[in-house]
Every structure is written in C-alpha cells, then in structure tokens.
C-alpha cells in the first residue's frame, strides 16, 4: 500500500525503490519499524481494499440484469449467425471477408430507401429503460434489435436517439451498434422532415406482435429525435474497418459509394422506444441478414490456399516439419552466450543498458 500511494503512474516497483529516498533500508524502517507512524493507516487502506474486491466475472453470470447485456439483441433471445462458416483444414472458422475486386461491398444506395418505402408506422421495439445512464456516457448506449429477418441499430447518444441498418457495407459485417460515436456540426435537419405522417397501419401477419403500431400524432408523441440543426451531427464509425456513416443522412464520410438506411426514433411516455418502420416484408427485402452476409465462396480461396497447394506439389501435406537444434547448442552459439552473459553481469551494457528491467 506504501508503493500504491507514492509510486508514480505505471512506475515499477524496480524503479520506484531505486528512487526511494535511503531506498531498501528506508522502506524497511517505514513498514517494519514504523518509523512514519503510518503503518496502522496503511493496513486499514489494504483491508478496504481487499473487502471491496470482487470477482467482474462471477457478478456478471450471477447478475441477471447484466446477463441481458450479453445477448445478441436486446429485444429478443433469438439469435442470427452474422456469417457463414466453412471448414479449413478440418476446422471450422467463419468465412473470409469477401474481396474488394469481388463486390466485396456492397453499394446499394441504402439511404435512399426512406423514399421507397410504401407506408411507415410508428412500432414498438424496445423498453427506454435499457437505455438508463447513457446522457452520462460519451458514446451514449446501443442496442441491436432484430426485426423479421432484419437487424436494426439503435443508439441514445447525449438526449437524442437514431437508429440505422446494424449491417455495414463494407464488408457486410453486422457491428455498426457496437462502433464509436463521432459528432461535426452540421446544420442539417432530418431528410424526411417535410414527408406526411404515415397514418397507423393495421397490425397484420408481418407485424410482430410484439411491436404494436401506433399513430405518429397520437397523444403519446414526445420528441422526435431528427438532427438538430444548430447542434451536431453523430456518425458512427463501423468497429472493424473504420467506415464512417451519419446517422442523419446514412451517407459515408469516408466512402462516397457506400451508404447505410436510416430510421427516425422516438421515446414514448408509456416508457417503450418506438422506431417508424416499413413493413417487414419490404425491410426484409432489402436489409435481410440472410441476404447480405458474407457466403461461402465469396472470398475465393482461404487464406491457406497458396500455401496448401505449395505443400501438395512438394509431397509435404500432412507431413510433420523437421526438428530444429536447440538453440546454443553449437559451439558458436555457447561462445556467443557466454559473452552476452558476461557483458550483462558486469555491467557492460545488456538489453535496456548497464541496469536490468524488471
């Protein structure tokens, strides 16, 4: 606890005795002898520290509240493979991202879908409650929700929500939800702000049941959550190749061919987060996972192709590799030990300089 207290940040025991005043003598005086009149204090600060140790882990399965954060979306227990897999080697392992000269992305003009749409109802999809805490976060809170065969990204980022289509062009990987949240000042205002209300839709065998449809000037209407124009404008930047996507406009900062679909989000006063949507047969149409996730065969060859042909034409495949000498077992390389241990022992200059690194 004495090193904890006077240690500088990230400095090593090695380091910070070495700096101690009197050094090792010192430090026995302080925690043997008492020689600061510290020592009661100290232990009192290590108790508390060991009684307020927990295991993260064990809390996490124990925890039920937190065990929902783990599921793959927050409005259902179903789950969707993001991808298919293959075998490579007798091993199964998900499929390669596909190729860029390949279509690798895809460059559906996805923001453009707001104006295809042939009706929008305001639906149910998830308790605003999940949301607790997020005006405290920086990256506000996300969430993935799945809807028919489609996965849909909603976020609370400093008071206001967006959602989007979870699927990244780019790859068509489905992880925009769990990607950094970026703001620039914009002065633009939700594409569909001049659009009519669409009037409430009849719930029907495509409407789950779970997502009721409710009228846009209904009294439960709060606020809607377009951009506002004085304020910023957040993008969110995809976790695994960085593409940057507005979550206003759906275009790409970064990529002027790639866009993504965009949806307007309210909170309801009865406490549920509604997302104005099209049919599921139309969405499904055009964001399905089982549409744009990576396939066999869209990525040619694994990435052990080249070398498993090479093996083949060598006569080496399923063949184990020759056994290697134990390094320094050579004369030459005994000779070259010794000196390196003697120019360490000395002091004459080993790894680091004359003084080892702990």
């Known amino acids: 606890m004495f090193y904890i207290r006077t240690a500088d940040k990230l400095q090593r025991t090695a380091r910070w ?3 101690l005043p009197g050094g090792i003598d010192y430090l026995r005086e302080v925690i043997l002898d008492d020689r600061l009149g510290i020592c009661a204090s100290l232990e009192a600060q290590m108790q508390e520290l060991v009684d307020s140790y927990f295991d993260e882990w ?17 409005n259902t227990d179903e789950g969707q493979p993001p991808m298919e897999v293959e075998i490579d080697r007798g091993q199964e392992r998900p499929v390669m991202w596909p190729r860029e000269d390949e279509g690798g992305s895809a460059k559906a003009y996805f923001k453009g879908l707001r104006d295809k749409w042939s009706s929008t109802t305001w639906q149910h999809v998830l308790e605003a409650s999940y949301f607790k805490g997020a005006d405290d976060l920086p990256n506000g809170i996300s969430a993935s929700i799945k809807r028919g065969d489609t996965q849909l990204a909603v976020w609370r980022i400093k008071g206001k929500y967006d ?12 992880a925009l939800s769990d990607g950094l949240v ?19 839709r009849t719930p029907s065998s495509s409407s789950p049941s779970t997502s009721p449809p409710h009228s846009p000037t209904s009294s439960t209407h709060l606020t809607p959550c377009s951009s506002n124009p004085q304020g910023p404008s957040p993008y969110i930047s995809c976790p695994f190749h960085k593409r940057n996507f507005s979550l206003t406009s759906g275009s790409c900062k970064n990529d002027s061919e790639l866009s993504i679909a965009t949806f307007d989000v309210e909170e309801r006063e009865d406490g549920m987060v509604d997302i104005r949507l099209p049919p599921v047969e139309e969405v499904d149409r055009e964001l399905e996972t089982k549409k744009w996730m990576v396939k066999k065969g869209e990525a040619g060859e694994g990435q052990f192709g080249d070398l498993d042909d090479l093996n083949k034409r060598k006569g080496m495949e399923g063949k184990k590799g020759r056994r290697g000498r134990k390094p320094g077992t050579s ?13 360490v022992g000395s002091g004459g200059g080993g790894c680091g300089g004359p003084r080892l690194e702990w």
């Open 58 to 74: 064990a809390e996490a399965i124990n925890n039920q509240a937190m065990q929902e954060r783990f599921k793959q979306f927050a």
């Open 17 to 19: 005795l070495e700096a």
């Open 182 to 200: 970026g703001t620039e000042p914009s002065a633009s205002s939700c594409s569909d702000a001049t659009l009519p209300p669409s009037p409430p």
């Open 163 to 174: 959602a989007s289509q979870q699927m990244c062009p780019h790859k068509h990987t489905f």
């Open 331 to 343: 004369e030459a390389g005994r000779e070259v030990g010794k000196k390196l241990v003697e120019s």
